[in-house]
């Protein structure tokens, strides 16, 4: 019996969608009162997302055998041109919303129906297009001894909620407008919200874009306004997704977009956000850089950038100069990013800098296709406390653990990575972590760069350079093209530094487990 594209979407997400919404307590008849969510995983498997809504939206165009002819030109939708469509729907949506691409609605082919879909394309005028859309995440977290900064002994169960809701106006080709609301909730803690947990009603994103040159080359842009950032592996430049509120700037950006080269020059000012107000810019701190990407090689990306972060309350300035090489050859991947950071912290000169070695193996001939990386990740320490890197703005949550007990500042990180696709819709993950400190006249440091422990003011930092162990395990599964189910595991094994009895920054001296479920939706 043919189930029409529609029927199908609400069978596959009704279920879990009146779960969410009922259980915690929302009434449809009172839509303006629900609470917060949002989307992250794609970060942790990447590539793995599209492949299975790829072939979920292929498996809701089965019905599409036919011809259309169109001004006199036969149009042939066969099996190819709906293996183009469907990952074209598995990729609409990005990193960041701006940069979501809905033009595969303008197809002649494509005849399938996702949520959300007719309110894409929209024709204003003579040369305007409108597209609405947006994400409801909700994620359920059962922290285990480290909620708070570190493995710190408390336990919290909760739930975050977000919604976004975007609106593009492209006016033509050389102009359009964007912007974007945010609004995250956290529900049932025992302990006080984390700062990127809760932000009501905020404006994540509003700004103007002009084209102001084209060539044969490419094209030329400016930028102004409320705006995140995302460039290359996230390691320094993130809109840090898996927080509930993500990260966003105000400021003004020119950017160019070729057929081998992308180059971006920005200069602006971060927004932290307070949950009651109407988030503003921190006028005392600047983030500004260059950052490039190449994309000429099949197969490879390099990326080359200068970033300048300065505060003048703290007081600091850090100059970063990094480059990035990612790519693949056959079954063998490789990547590596290295960043040198120079600059003053306080009154004291600054040298840092980062790096990180990756090799892999995707096995893509056999049964569930696994791939396998080992990893190497270093960044240094300072016999000066907080004078070590400083990593910036990025998604260290993918990196370093998905417990988000360490930042990228004095530590070093053995990782070995396995994923695996038991089925199309379903992705499996493994990580090992090892932890040490790279400098034993350092501290610990946290995702926010302050000491771990109870006395980040003066913290411990003998004994051990042995921080411990952490498993990470997580499975995917695609309900819809635009609509996942998320699970996680994660267990710290504390070591020697933390048990340490000498140590009197960490009273508990145990382990810490880190469990989650996440669903997003998609529109």
Known sequence: MFIDSQTRFWLQNAAVAGLLFWGSGLQAEEPYSFVSPSDLTSVHLEGAATEAVA?????????????????????????KKKKEL??????????????????????????????GENMKRICVGDCGVFDLGGEYRARYHNENNFRGLGPTGRDDNFLLQRLRVYGNYQINDWARVYAEMLHATSEFEDFAPRPIEENYWNLQNCFADIKFLETCEGEYWARYGR????????????????????????????????????????????????????????????????????????????????????????????????????GKRGGLLYEAEAAVQFGTFTDNDHSAGFYTLGLGHEFSDICWKPTIWTYYDWASGDSTIGNGYDHLFPLAHKYLGFMDIFGRRNITDINFLLTAAP????????????????????AAYSVVMTPLGTNPTNPFTGGSKYLGQELDLMASYSISAHSDLVLGYSHFFTGSFFENAANPDFPYKGDADFFWAQYSLRF
Request: with cysteine; net charge negative.
């Open 86 to 115: 469907a990952a074209q729907v598995a990729g609409a949506y990005k990193g960041v919303y701006y940069e979501n691409n809905f033009s595969y609605l303008c197809d002649p082919c494509y005849d399938d129906w996702h949520l």
């Open 423 to 442: 089925d199309p819709k379903l992705k499996l993950l493994a990580w090992w972590h090892i932890f040490n400190r790279q400098n034993d006249e350092d």
């Open 227 to 326: 705006q995140e950032l995302l460039y290359g592996a996230q390691r320094t430049v993130s809109p840090l997704d898996w927080a509930n509120t993500r990260r966003t700037f105000e400021g003004v950006k020119a950017f160019y977009r070729g057929s081998d080269w992308d180059v971006d020059a920005f200069g602006v000012r971060p927004i932290f956000p307070t949950r009651d107000t109407f988030d503003t810019p921190n006028y005392d701190q600047a983030f500004y850089g260059i950052y490039s990407t190449y994309k000429g090689k099949k197969d490879q990306t390099l990326d080359l950038y200068w970033l300048a972060y300065e505060n003048t309350a703290r007081p600091f300035n850090y100059q970063t100069l990094g480059s990035r090489l990612k």
């Open 55 to 79: 072939a979920d939206a292929m498996e809701s165009m089965e019905s599409m055998d036919y011809l259309e002819a169109a001004a006199g030109d036969a149009i042939v939708c066969d099996a």
